[in-house]
């Protein structure tokens, strides 16, 4: 299993970025897909899911309505739409796949691409 992140930077307030994470070695359309992040100094923490059937979402409050996060399962890629940054979302951002095999979940991370927001 691998997933790849992209996409992170160094963005103004208010300014926008979206993040890819590519999978691969499983079957990504059958995976609930979330982004996780990490700030200095804090825990980790869910940012968005994404089911598997329906692809419904879910968000966490500190992010609703300015984040999206949306799937291609025709490219194995899991995205994460930001807009209307602010400090607070500096972070390094982690895409995490739950895996399901034989009658068990697994869960696996990619390697993280930080987001700085910064005037």
């Known amino acids: 299993v691998q997933l790849v992140e992209s996409g992170g930077g160094l963005v103004q307030p208010g300014g926008s970025l979206r993040l890819s994470c590519v999978a691969s070695?499983?079957?990504?359309?059958?995976?609930?897909m979330s982004w996780y992040r990490q700030a200095p100094g804090k825990e980790r923490e869910r940012v968005a899911t994404i089911t598997s059937e329906n692809s419904n979402t879910n968000y966490a409050d500190s992010v609703k309505g300015r984040f999206t996060i949306s799937r291609d399962n025709s490219k194995n890629t899991v995205y994460l739409q930001m807009n209307n940054l602010n400090s607070e979302d500096t972070a390094v951002y982690y895409c995490k796949a739950r895996v399901s095999r034989n009658f068990m979940f697994y869960y696996y991370w990619g390697q993280g691409t930080q987001v700085t927001v910064s005037s």
């Open positions: 070695g499983f079957t990504f359309r059958n995976s609930d």
